[in-house]
């Protein structure tokens, strides 16, 4: 419901990059600085809520998981209480980087974590990405597009889209004019 001013919608952009003031980040400040005044902003770096390693006991014992907390529990709060996730991850050999892999692997164990109602609660909201790629061909990018709208159809959220853009060094997203202009309408 985009036009209902009543419920605000609300945006949270998990950064997923492993360095400092990157391109990828760069390129999702420019799409969300066109969000509408009232939609809300949360912005959680997960260099800075580092997640444990996943542990797969989904087929062991009763197969439950404990309630997550610490930066889990934050990184799971989050998701749970947002309209729209975005994952910022630059393209790491040709997929998301390792700390949104590890963020997704963790769905898993949430969908086993008693309460969380987490299938239930992620059904409708809409999942997106923006990432950025030292490849001039965007199709390079195919495996972390997939993998994301994907896992979206999983739990039955709706795919919002991909924002790409092109960069190597830090700053070079700003030469990215055709991505910087996208941006500007990437969430409308
Ligand atoms: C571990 C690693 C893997 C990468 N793999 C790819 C890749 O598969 N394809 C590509 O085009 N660029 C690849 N790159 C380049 C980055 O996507 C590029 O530098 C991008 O600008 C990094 O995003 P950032 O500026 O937000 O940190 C890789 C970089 C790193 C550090």
């Known amino acids: 419901m985009p036009h209902d001013h009543d419920h605000p919608s609300t945006y949270l952009f998990l950064l997923a990059g492993a360095r400092e003031g990157g391109n990828t980040e760069a390129l999702a400040r420019a799409a969300a600085a066109e969000l509408p005044a009232h939609a ?43 309209d729209n996730l975005v994952i910022v991850s630059p393209l790491y050999w040709y997929s998301v980087s390792a700390s949104a892999k590890l963020y997704l692997d963790h769905w898993a164990g949430w969908l086993r974590v008693p309460g969380a109602d987490f299938k239930a609660r992620m059904r409708g909201k809409t999942l997106w990405t923006v990432s950025v790629l030292s490849d001039t061909d965007q199709t390079t990018a195919d495996p972390l597009v997939g993998t994301l709208r994907l896992s979206a159809e999983y739990l039955n959220m709706t795919w919002g889209g991909a924002l790409l853009g092109y960069g190597n060094r830090p700053g070079d997203i700003t030469t990215d004019t055709p991505a910087l202009t996208r941006a500007k309408t990437f969430f409308a």
């Open 40 to 82: 809300t902003q949360t912005w959680l770096d997960l260099r800075e809520l580092p997640l444990a390693p996943f542990d797969d006991v989904r087929h062991a014992g009763d197969g439950v998981y404990p309630q997550p907390v610490g930066a889990e529990k934050i990184l799971l709060d989050a998701t749970l209480t947002t």
